[in-house]
């Protein structure tokens, strides 16, 4: 509510005049005390009632609800000595706030509307009361609800306008996604220390399975295993690695060749000029190191509670990988752990680009990380009839798409990306090996764990990292495929790719667990570096192990040797599936 334009421009003057001499647009007061206390009315309308009376209709001068006075036209009243504009001064009904509902947020606005010179005053709810809308200190005595009704009740009474807005709804709305990109790869596998490592083994067609020696895998029906051929505590401070599980010690590796790899400072954020709070971790794993809680239940039984170490709990869960290289590189951003079985890795890779988008965090160290290959485990994937036997000395046992394929292997290790928002990398100079573009994910809801054989589930997710990156499927130019030699779960997979991709035939399909095996939470992330790689490269790894393609996969598998990647789209999927029917595809685009 503002004042009359003309209302500021003349001074108030009262003086005394006798009713019969009131005529409309008078400011006027019934009395000296009214006019004192700045109590004036406009007079909208007179009206003879009899020789005797008049009949005056008055409105408060700001604005607000009519009321009539009959007067002897001899009384004495006060007039202001200036007249307003009738028709400029509104006719305001009151607002009843009886059954309104309150919520911290909402305004209040109170004009003594009977005060030509009034300012409106203006009330925010918080934290249950109303406090003035001023600059200066808080209110001592706020009003209370049960107030501002009755200030709203009696406004026609005393001369005010009240009103209440309320704290707008507003719809939820994404905020302008930025794009992410790729500036920084590191892995550690079954082929060895290092990207580089893992990119030259894919090239060459190199496997790293290895028959299990220790004497603790005695007597188990399958001893192969994706195993790394290094020990990675050797290549830590030991003291730092002694605080480790095998996961954290795979992944702290890989985040520093990754980190380094990006362009950033080794000692971590702050020497790399980053502020520690906008950089996050996201790591996938099942168990982490499964390893660490059956050697203190070994060490339990064989010594007495004294001989379990008291690092035995924190190096046992899944998210001490993680926390490890958040302790390594100081990254006080967030570090997520996701754990979604064989799709954690693809996963968390997922959640960092989303994190990134939203402008959660400017950087990420995102992908896998496992160490599973214990006693029991293989003995329990044995039991399944999972695990695929073999000599590795005669080739991969583990056959992705091959009609002789008869499980997975199981394999160790971590992949990690460094993602950052494309400004973010632009600013620093950095080098972009792709754009990490979109990724998606859904669930089979069919069984604990097989795989829905009509692969619908998974062309849901590819679909929708298709559709998150903003392409088409005609963009895709390859898949790394998950294929994990088994034989409905393979089968699953190509349905669904020939579903999506319309046939199949004409996308280059790769799989890599004949090189590595299958490893587990970490799969994603290593398969993630291989694919960004592929992209950079312009190169298709061939599959090892694949000597015959089975009849019911209908695709495209590049065997034997490398094959160029097409030119004629520019995304790169790279699935990851779990037990359970976790499904999750991340979508990678080149960058001209």
């Given at each position: ?34 006019a ?15 020789p005797e ?26 007039v ?14 009151p607002?009843s ?18 005060d030509?010179?009034a ?5 925010v ?29 009696d ?10 807005e ?20 590191g ?5 060895g ?27 188990l ?15 830590l ?13 795979f ?28 950089v ?27 001989g ?12 001490q990988?993680?926390?490890?290289v ?44 496992e ?45 990690v ?65 998950h ?21 199949g ?82 979508a ?5």
């Amino acid at each position: 509510m503002t004042h009359s334009p003309e209302t500021p421009e003349v001074p108030i003057r009262p003086h005394e005049v006798t009713a019969a001499e009131v005529v409309p647009g008078d400011l006027f007061a019934l009395t000296p005390e009214d006019a004192a206390e700045r109590r004036w009315h406009v007079v909208t309308h007179t009206l003879p009632v009899s020789p005797e009376v008049i009949r005056v209709t008055l409105r408060p001068p700001l604005g607000g609800v009519d009321h009539e006075e009959d007067l002897r036209r001899e009384r004495t009243v006060t007039v202001a000595g200036r007249r307003v504009d009738v028709d400029a001064v509104p006719l305001v009904e009151p607002e009843s706030l009886e059954s309104v509902g309150f919520r911290d947020g909402d305004r209040l606005t109170v004009l003594r509307a009977v005060d030509p010179l009034a300012a409106e005053v203006t009330y925010v709810r918080r934290w249950g009361a109303w406090h003035r809308d001023t600059t200066e200190s808080a209110d001592a005595q706020a009003a209370t609800d049960a107030e501002v009704r009755r200030w709203a009740a009696d406004a026609a009474r005393e001369g005010t306008v009240v009103r209440h807005e309320p704290r707008p709804v507003r719809q939820a709305r994404a905020a302008g996604p930025r794009r992410v990109v790729v500036t920084g790869l590191g892995a550690v596998t079954p082929l060895g220390v290092g990207a580089r490592e893992l990119w030259d083994g894919l090239l060459e067609g190199r496997h790293g399975i290895r028959e299990l020696t220790d004497p603790e895998f005695d007597g188990l029906p399958v001893r192969t295993a994706g195993t790394v051929p290094v020990d990675p505590a050797s290549l830590l401070p030991r003291q730092a690695a002694r605080r480790m599980n095998r996961a954290a010690q795979f992944a702290v590796l890989a985040a520093r060749e990754a980190w380094t790899d990006a362009g950033y400072a080794a000692d971590g954020t702050r020497e790399s000029g980053l502020d520690p709070e906008r950089v996050g971790v996201s790591l996938g794993a099942i168990l982490g190191d499964a390893s660490v809680l059956v050697g203190g239940d070994r060490k339990l039984r064989e010594r007495g509670a004294r001989g379990v170490s008291p690092l035995t709990t924190p190096m046992t869960v899944p998210s001490q990988a993680a926390s490890q290289v958040s302790l390594d590189l100081h990254i006080t951003g967030e570090a997520r752990t996701v754990t979604s079985a064989c799709a954690s890795g693809t996963e968390a890779i997922g959640q960092a680009v989303d994190r990134i988008r939203y402008g959660r965090v400017d950087v990420a160290l995102a992908g896998g990380a496992e160490a599973v290959i214990t006693p029991a485990i293989m003995a329990s994937f044995a039991a399944m009839r999972a695990l695929a036997e073999g000599d590795p000395s005669e080739g991969s046992p583990s056959r992705p798409f091959a009609k002789d394929r008869d499980g997975f292997v199981n394999g160790e290790g971590a992949g990690v990306l460094v993602l950052e928002s494309e400004e973010h990398a632009r600013a620093r100079g950095a080098r972009i090996y792709c754009e990490a573009a979109g990724w998606g994910l859904s669930a089979d809801a069919y069984h604990v764990a097989a795989p829905d054989p009509s692969g619908d589930g998974i062309a849901l997710a590819l679909r929708r990292a298709v559709r998150d990156a903003g392409g088409e499927v005609a963009d895709v130019v390859h898949v790394n495929a998950h294929a994990t030699a088994t034989v409905d779960g393979d089968l699953a997979e190509a349905r669904a790719l020939r579903g999506v991709l319309g046939g199949g035939q004409g996308v280059p399909v790769t799989a890599l667990k004949g090189h590595l095996g299958h490893l587990q939470g970490a799969a994603g992330g290593v398969e993630a570096v291989a694919a960004v790689l592929t992209l950079h490269h312009r190169m298709v790894p061939p599959t090892v192990g694949c000597g015959e393609v089975d009849d019911g996969i209908e695709l495209d598998v590049v065997r034997e040797a490398p094959r160029p990647l097409p030119d004629s789209g520019d995304l790169v999927l790279s699935n990851s599936f779990g037990f359970g029917g976790h499904n999750a595809v991340l979508a990678l685009r080149r960058v001209p």
